[in-house]
């Protein structure tokens, strides 16, 4: 495992959610972290709580300029960067007759283009040091949920698009890798109209637990440590990792 104490990484997504517990948890083990996300406040409000180890690079992972930018702020923090986690991401749903064809290019360019390009930026500096790179499935490419298709498709794609990036990549010394996570609260559902607030939400997750071996839905901090390993892990690449307590088995002790 490469050293964690002054490890670079750039995090979008990082005011909520998994983003959010993955900064404070590789922060809190003496790593550098850079989060981004469109809601300054809510970003400023995380750095604040994690100290002078979290940065913010304030932006649209979809907008190329900003997408400089972050890369640009990370490596300034950090003195470097040795890791991108490419978490941000949006949701949609709906009936597949009643889809509209920009809403699902938007999921797309959110949900895979950004990290192709942001990869992209970061591979020169990834490579000084051997670094690497993780993206962030879905328990929806382990488990069919109807009406879910658009995001499904979305994160399908991610995890072929780290294989591939893991083979292109690996000559150069960079790890590419996804990680699988299952029902785990974060705000992306509500961002989507799908949940009508955060409580809401949770209590639409915590009625899948007993969809779950394990018998209970995870929590951010979880998904962090599994997060931590594949970014620092440094005989591991064109992986998927599943962290869903058992939800992608497909059984149910209702």
């Not at 948890?25 to 809510?42: F, L, P």
């Not at 972050?70 to 490596?75: D, G, K, L, R, S």
């Not at 109209?193 to 839905?217: C, K, Q, W, Y």
């Not at 931590?228 to 497909?250: C, F, H, I, P, Q």
């Amino acid at each position: 495992m490469q050293a964690i104490d002054g490890f670079s990484v750039l995090i979008t997504g990082g005011g909520s959610g998994l983003g959010r517990g993955t900064a404070a948890y590789m922060a809190a083990r003496g790593a550098k972290v850079t989060i981004t996300g469109r809601r300054e406040d809510k970003l400023r409000q995380v750095a604040e709580a994690i100290g002078p180890a979290c940065a913010i690079a304030p932006g649209d992972v979809t907008d190329e300029a900003d997408r400089v930018r972050m890369v640009e702020t990370a490596v300034a923090h950090g003195g470097g960067l040795q890791g991108l986690f490419n978490n941000a991401g949006n949701m949609l749903r709906g009936p597949i007759a009643d889809l509209d064809p920009a809403a699902i290019l938007d999921i797309m360019n959110t949900n895979v283009v950004a990290g192709m390009r942001l990869t992209g930026l970061s591979a020169p500096h990834l490579a000084r040091d051997g670094g690497a790179v993780l993206f962030v499935g879905s328990g929806h490419t382990r488990r069919a949920f109807p009406g879910a298709s658009p995001y499904a498709a979305s994160k399908g794609a991610v995890e072929v698009l780290a294989q591939v990036l893991a083979a292109e990549l690996g000559p150069q010394g960079i790890r590419v890798n996804c990680i699988v996570p299952g029902a785990v609260p974060t705000e992306i559902n509500v961002r989507a109209g799908v949940a009508a607030s955060f409580e809401d939400n949770l209590a639409r997750l915590t009625s899948m637990e007993e969809d779950h071996p394990l018998g209970r839905i995870g929590t951010p901090e979880e998904i962090a440590e599994a997060a931590d390993y594949l970014l620092r892990a440094e005989w591991t690449t064109g992986t998927s990792l599943v962290v869903d307590g058992g939800l992608g088995l497909g059984v149910s002790y209702k």
